[in-house]
């Protein structure tokens, strides 16, 4: 078994095999059930339950980004 080649600064090969599978999934025609299924969980019984780890997650957060509102 070899050792891992340090990569130095980032990780080229654990993001191409993220890309990878984003770009898999994108073209696997599951993205609309599972945005609908998401759509159905805020809305449903885990619906407080997310929303309250949204306000958690703002706290820690140093507002919108301006860039997509210009």
Not at 16 to 33: C, H, L
Not at 43 to 53: F, K, N, P, V
């Amino acid at each position: 078994m070899t050792t891992p080649q340090n990569e130095g600064e980032g990780n080229r090969s654990a993001a191409k095999q993220y890309n990878d599978a984003q770009k898999k999934f994108a073209d696997s025609g599951k993205v609309g059930p599972a945005a609908t299924d998401a759509v159905k969980a805020v809305d449903g019984a885990e619906g407080s339950e997310l929303r309250h780890a949204e306000e958690i997650g703002k706290r820690h957060s140093r507002g919108e980004d301006p860039q997509p509102k210009k």
